[in-house]
């Protein structure tokens, strides 16, 4: 399993941990960058330090868009 996933926002990236140790390292990368969206350019630096330390990071892989029928049984099922 990837311990860190991110997504690619154009002028930013998000990342987000998966499990418990990565979670350790993504809170000390929020302290420099609230919610870990960092800019575009400081990303390379980032992934490059969280590979150094051993974690592995791989882009999240797209979801498709839900359909109105999808999303009424996920809803019905949760009680909303």
Avoid at 57 to 65: L, N
Wanted: hydrophobic share 40%; with cysteine; glycine share 4%.
């Amino acid at each position: 399993m990837t311990d860190m996933t991110f997504i690619d926002n154009g002028m930013f990236v998000n990342l987000m941990p998966n499990n418990p140790d990565a979670e350790k390292a993504w809170c000390l990368i929020n302290e420099a960058f609230p919610g870990c969206s960092m800019p575009f350019t400081a990303w390379p630096s980032v992934k490059s330090q969280l590979k150094s330390a051993g974690y592995s990071v791989r882009k999240q892989r797209k979801m498709k868009p839900l359909t109105d029928d999808e999303l009424d049984k996920i809803l019905a099922e949760l009680g909303v």
